[in-house]
């Protein structure tokens, strides 16, 4: 493991050197999931660095989830899954997330979740149509739920749609979208009253039916059409909060 490791040189800090060279080594596969790193003295020899700066970098690295300290064990590569790095992402965008990023959430999910409902449509399989049947089944019962729980099952019906494309890349691009919704859907259900929960509910069951139907376009325009009608309905409840009382 020692060639993997040269000395540190440049002109960025040198906590950030370090923890570049030791990440590339990891993503690079160089160093194997489940690997012992070298201990912190045996990493500020080969990286000719203090041991302050090699903890440092480890630091970063296990708060990117590349790496796990174990306490009186050591320092090793994690077993990173395609959850670690959404995680990542969630906890970003929830803590960054406001008004300002809004208008970007907006154009992303009109521009891009009518295509995922076309993708969904042409790949999707049984296993997808029964889990998509079963959360229409459940909205169609929403005057039993709180706004709460609606906007939950609003939530997951695009989750399921998704995740019938079969695409990672889709998958990753979107989840950060769906972990962000509840907070505006809670707002859009609650003010929206029946005949509101009753429109979006009826707009899912268009948009299964052509994925049903494997109806590419008729998945895509029902999208774009629920899409924009979330978007007016969002906006409206902007409007409506910011007038004075």
Known sequence: MNNIFNNIDGDTTLVNRVTKTIE????????????????????????????????????????????????????????????????????FYNSTFNEKLLPHLVDFRLNFEPKVARMAAKFRNGYNLECLRRNIEKSRLFTEYTDHQTAALDVEFHQLVAQATHNRFVL?????????????????????????????????????????????????????????????????????SDMPK
Do not use: W
Request: aromatic share 8%; net charge negative; glycine share 6%.
């Open 24 to 91: 590339s080594a990891i993503l690079e596969k160089k160093i194997q999931e489940g690997t012992r790193l070298p201990s912190e003295r045996e990493l500020s020899e080969l990286l000719s660095v203090s041991r302050t700066t090699v903890r440092e970098a480890l630091r970063t690295l296990a708060a990117k989830g590349l790496v796990q300290i174990r306490k009186g064990s050591g320092v090793y590569v994690s077993h990173y899954a395609l959850n670690n790095a959404l995680d990542s992402v969630n906890h």
């Open 172 to 240: 990753v691009s979107m989840e950060p979208v769906f972990n962000l919704l509840p907070k505006l859907c809670d707002s859009i259900y609650h003010e929206s009253g029946y005949a509101g929960k009753e429109k979006i509910c009826g707009m899912h069951e268009i948009i299964y039916k052509a994925i049903h139907d494997r109806n590419e376009s008729l998945a895509e325009d029902a999208m774009h059409e629920h899409i924009s009608a979330f978007i007016s309905h969002y906006y409206a409840y902007i409007e409506v």
